[in-house]
């Protein structure tokens, strides 16, 4: 018999049957392709969805041993975007604080430190995800030592570097860094995590060859 002519039948079959016989054949024969179709579907969906929301991070600073002051999160994303990026609402910065690592000037005692923090700095770090780092001079001269850090002729032209002169961090006569004790963004905003804030030499490095103009941009920020 031709399948046509089978599910004609098949079709007759049920036509007057009761609702649990219905049920039945639906589920036996149909139920599986419903389903099957229902989660391509919503699959689709939330892939479509995300294609049409998702922003692109343009740039991910990182505050290590900082934490937000007295709120979730600090005021310097907003102002930098509202700034500088030319489409905020296709694009986003990423600014991280609380991540705790030990460093020569932080004392590990006075907060919580867990592996997750030193994992998550790290894979991000390899990965060439951070573009621009603020923490304390110990830890920026401990990544520099690792070269994890780009060296400042790198990033900027000579004439560019001049501006920082006064403020700039050596190491092996290699500039590394740059001295951020003065940012009123930084003291109006966050705090140091670890022991000596006072006596603190807050200092920001670039990591990432990947969005140098906007961690340029940043620092500037960060310095008015």
């Known amino acids: ?3 046509m002519d089978e599910f004609k039948e098949e079709r007759e079959k049920i036509k007057d049957a009761s609702p649990e ?3 039945k054949y639906f589920k036996d024969y149909y139920l599986k392709y419903v389903i099957a179709g229902g989660i391509i579907l919503l699959v689709l969906i939330i892939f479509v969805v995300d294609m049409i929301t998702k922003k692109e991070n343009m740039l991910t600073v990182m505050f290590v041993n ?4 007295g709120t979730t999160t ?3 994303e907003m102002p930098f975007t509202s700034e500088y990026l030319e489409n905020p609402k296709r694009q986003e910065i990423t600014v991280e604080t609380n991540i705790y690592i030990p ?4 004392a590990r005692t006075q907060v919580n430190y867990t592996y997750e923090d030193q994992q998550r700095f790290s894979m991000l770090l390899m990965a060439g995800e951070i573009d621009l780092l603020v923490s304390d001079e110990a830890f920026i001269t401990d990544l520099a030592a690792q070269e994890y850090v780009l060296t400042l002729d790198r990033v900027f032209t000579e004439d560019e570097l001049k501006a920082y002169e006064d403020r700039i961090v050596y190491q092996n006569d290699l500039p590394i860094a740059i001295r951020m004790d003065d940012s009123q963004k930084i003291k109006d905003n966050l705090k140091y995590q670890g022991g000596n804030a006072e006596e603190l030499k807050v200092c920001a490095a670039f990591s990432s060859l990947k969005r140098l103009e906007m961690a340029k941009k940043m620092l500037r920020f960060l310095d008015m």
């Not at 460093?103 to 932080?106: I, Q």
Request: without cysteine.
């Open 66 to 69: 900082f934490e937000n002051q």
């Open 74 to 76: 600090s005021n310097i």
């Open 1 to 3: 018999m031709p399948l």
């Open 21 to 23: 016989k219905k049920w």
């Open 103 to 106: 460093s020569g000037e932080s």
